[in-house]
C-alpha cells in the first residue's frame, strides 16, 4: 500500500506491483528487472513492460515523478 499523505489517498498494490517498487527503490531499474525475472520467469522485455506500465500508472496518480 502506497499512502500519499499530501491529498489523504492510500493505493493498493498488488504483491507483483510491491515487490517491483521495493525492488526498484533499492536498486533501480535494472534490479527491479532482475527480481521480477527471478520471481516470475518473464523475459526481460516483459519485465521492462511491467515496470514502465506501473511507473506510468503512480506518474498518472502523482504519486512519482520521472
Known amino acids: ?4 499523505e499530501r ?3 492510500t493505493v493498493h498494490l498488488n504483491a507483483t506491483a510491491a515487490l517491483m517498487l521495493r525492488a526498484l ?3 533501480g ?3 527491479a528487472v532482475t527480481v ?4 516470475f520467469g518473464v523475459t526481460e522485455d516483459t ?3 511491467d515496470l514502465d506500465r506501473l511507473l506510468r500508472e503512480l ?3 502523482r504519486l512519482v515523478r520521472r
Open 25 to 27: 527503490l533499492t536498486g
Open 1 to 4: 500500500m502506497l499512502i500519499d
Open 29 to 31: 531499474h535494472d534490479n
Open 59 to 61: 506518474t498518472r496518480r
Open 7 to 9: 491529498r489523504g489517498h
Open 36 to 39: 521480477v525475472r527471478g520471481r
Open 47 to 49: 519485465a521492462r513492460h
